[in-house]
């Protein structure tokens, strides 16, 4: 059973930037893809973007073009999700997800990461 | 591409719970369902359309057809209280893959 385990929670403040990373438990040479998915209060899922763990492309959500860049550290099967350009709307939990092919189910989530932007 | 589900359903314990998620021409995609319970992380109860993750219990069921996907639970119980949100991947589309707006399911 794969386990994703995210960075704790994070404070920060309009216009600064956010890292949250997402470790995978189980590393193997098997690829995979990951996907981050956040959910803001009152909100339902929104999605944000996907990184070929081992291959490193990525894809992004429009919405999120130009301050959401997402790596892939395959040594120690780690991925993080770098938002820049934060504000109060950007206050959310963030999840990261894998998925076995890019087109498939988000089959095993990360126990998820409080961003709070203040003001 | 646009998912929409109704925000709320209540339902009796012992009955049945149908989730909607409706899109235009829904049928020609694979549906993904996610039960989220309140600060928890999502988990995924039906992907494919109709198939069931190991350890899912044969309560939660999916169907695809026309412009509506359903998620059935039978026999609902207190512990399926919780948002579920229906997902497709939209390759020509922005974004690539789209959630449902989700549904709160309440357990009377």
């Known amino acids: 059973q794969v386990q994703l385990v995210q960075s704790g929670a994070e404070v920060k403040k309009s216009g600064a930037s956010v890292r949250v990373s997402c470790k995978a438990s189980?590393?193997?040479?098997?690829?995979?893809?990951m996907h981050w998915v956040r959910r803001a209060p009152g909100q339902g899922l929104e999605w944000m973007g996907i990184i070929d763990a081992y291959g490193g492309s990525t894809a992004y959500a429009q919405k999120f073009q130009g301050r959401l860049t997402m790596t892939t550290a395959t040594s120690t099967g780690t991925v993080y999700m770098d938002l820049n350009g934060l504000t109060s709307e950007d206050t959310a939990v963030y999840f990261c997800?894998?998925?076995?092919?890019?087109?498939?189910?988000?089959?095993?989530w990360g126990q998820g990461t409080l961003v709070t932007v203040s003001s | 591409y646009v998912l929409s589900q109704p925000p709320s359903l209540a339902v009796a314990p012992g009955t049945t719970a149908r989730v909607t998620c409706g899109g235009n021409?829904?049928?020609?995609?694979?549906v993904h369902w996610y039960q989220q319970k309140s600060g928890q992380a999502p988990v995924l109860v039906v992907y494919?359309?109709?198939k069931r993750p190991s350890g899912i219990p044969e309560r939660f069921s999916g169907s695809n057809s026309g412009n509506t996907a359903t998620l059935t639970i039978s026999g609902v119980e207190a512990g399926d209280e919780a948002d579920y949100y229906c997902q497709v991947w939209d390759g020509s589309g922005d974004p690539d893959y789209v959630f449902g707006s989700g549904t709160k399911v309440t357990v009377l």
């Open positions: 021409n829904i049928g020609g995609y694979s």
């Open positions: 494919d359309d109709i």
């Open positions: 189980e590393h193997t040479s098997i690829t995979y893809y």
């Open positions: 997800a894998r998925a076995p092919l890019k087109a498939t189910a988000l089959d095993f």
